[in-house]
């Protein structure tokens, strides 16, 4: 059982900068990979960025060179660092926690943080 939490979202100016976090419970966290996804209303949601458990780092283009995902084992957390922001950014961002077992795939997902840069 994994439980994800998500916080810093808010109001930002075009090329200012917000670091989301995502605090998880209730599993080791060092095993899986860790992702962010982002969805604007009445869009698909898309996925941002994905950290794997070695630290291996994966981003969409439109973000790459902007956005900097990151973790820390011991405080069971993921960071989405986002500088540069545009108003094309604007989503509710989502945690994300995938594993692949022998027995199964493991998926969860926090409840969003909305990021709004105004134009």
């Known amino acids: 059982q994994v439980q994800l939490v998500e916080s810093g979202g808010g109001l930002v100016q075009p090329g200012g900068s917000l670091r989301l976090s995502c605090v998880t419970s209730g599993s080791i966290f060092s095993m899986y990979t860790m992702a962010w996804y982002r969805q604007a209303p009445g869009k698909q949601r898309d996925l941002v960025a994905t950290?794997?458990?070695?630290?291996?780092?994966n981003y969409v283009d439109s973000v790459k060179g902007r956005f900097i995902i990151s973790k820390d084992n011991a405080k069971n957390t993921a960071y989405l660092q986002m500088n540069s922001l545009k108003a094309e950014d604007t989503a509710v961002y989502y945690c994300?926690?995938?594993?692949?077992?022998?027995?199964?795939?493991?998926?969860?997902w926090g409840q969003g943080t909305q990021v709004t840069v105004s134009s």
């Open positions: 950290i794997t458990s070695g630290g291996r780092t």
């Open positions: 994300n926690a995938h594993r692949v077992l022998i027995t199964g795939v493991n998926d969860y």
